[in-house]
């Protein structure tokens, strides 16, 4: 059995922190009602022993309807110039149906659909490109409680890509996500532990050697009503990025 590459798997691992990225959810991580956010992403320094930002990266724009429901996702590259729209359609069960991707010049990119069942629990989603072609598919099956414990990637075609399993300790307060690839023995283990906000505090990256390769830990300040307004990323115990964000309400 041949060894991830150390480069492979951090690539590897963008692409599955941007795709476990949920835009369809109508649940929002804030208290009260929230209207828009702005998160800025910034390197740092170290200042008299005190964490500081250092220069900008880039920033997401959030917004969201009275529901609570994310209805458009923005991103600003470090120039402020736009790169990503995507605007979400809500149905009246204050779920997303479709999320339409726009590139910097304001041109459709891909659409992407999603089905849900007799009880509002995401089942199905589907990414066409502009030619109306299908490039990538995802299958959920969630237990009796509407929870989330798999999902079946499929990628031009009937066999799966990658097959996603869940698992949850509520009193822990701690979430797991077994990576199955395609094609190979190799299986990724994510680990996550959150604090009473539901905000991630640690996340670990696991091989099925047991090696671990990713060592992340955050730490927040909050605002009056418990939201984070500023988020420090560290590596392997290092500070490594700071976020801040800017909330508005209705």
């Given at each position: ?5 150390k ?42 022993n ?33 790169i ?19 590139n ?12 849900y ?34 999902k ?5 075609g009937?066999t ?43 996340f ?47």
């Amino acid at each position: 059995m041949r060894h991830l590459t150390k480069s492979f798997v951090t690539i590897l691992t963008t692409l599955m922190c941007a795709c476990s990225n949920n835009e369809n959810s109508s649940q929002k991580n804030f208290i009260g009602n929230i209207k828009s956010v702005i998160e800025k992403e910034y390197t740092i320094k170290i200042v008299n022993n005190t964490i500081q930002t250092d220069s900008f990266i880039h920033s997401i724009n959030l917004t969201y309807n009275r529901n609570g429901c994310l209805t458009r996702k923005q991103k600003f590259n470090s120039d402020k110039r736009l790169i990503i729209d995507n605007k979400m359609r809500i149905n009246q069960s204050n779920k997303c149906e479709e999320i339409e991707c726009f590139n910097e010049k304001g041109e459709t990119i891909e659409n992407i659909h999603y089905l849900y069942d007799d009880n509002n629990y995401l089942v199905f989603e589907s990414t066409v490109d502009t030619s109306k072609i299908i490039v990538r598919q995802s299958m959920y099956i969630n237990n009796e409680k509407g929870k989330l414990i798999r999902k079946i990637i499929y990628s031009n075609g009937d066999t799966p890509e990658k097959t996603i399993e869940y698992k949850y300790n509520k009193f822990k307060n701690t979430s797991e996500e077994h990576h199955f690839l395609k094609g190979s023995d190799h299986i990724l283990h994510y680990y996550t532990k959150y604090d009473s906000q539901r905000n991630p505090t640690e996340f670990k990256l696991i091989d099925e050697f047991g090696e671990t390769l990713e060592n992340m830990s955050f730490s927040y300040k909050y605002d009056s009503k418990k939201n984070w307004i500023n988020k420090i990323e560290y590596h392997n115990g290092v500070p490594f990025r700071m976020f801040l964000r800017e909330l508005k309400f209705y």
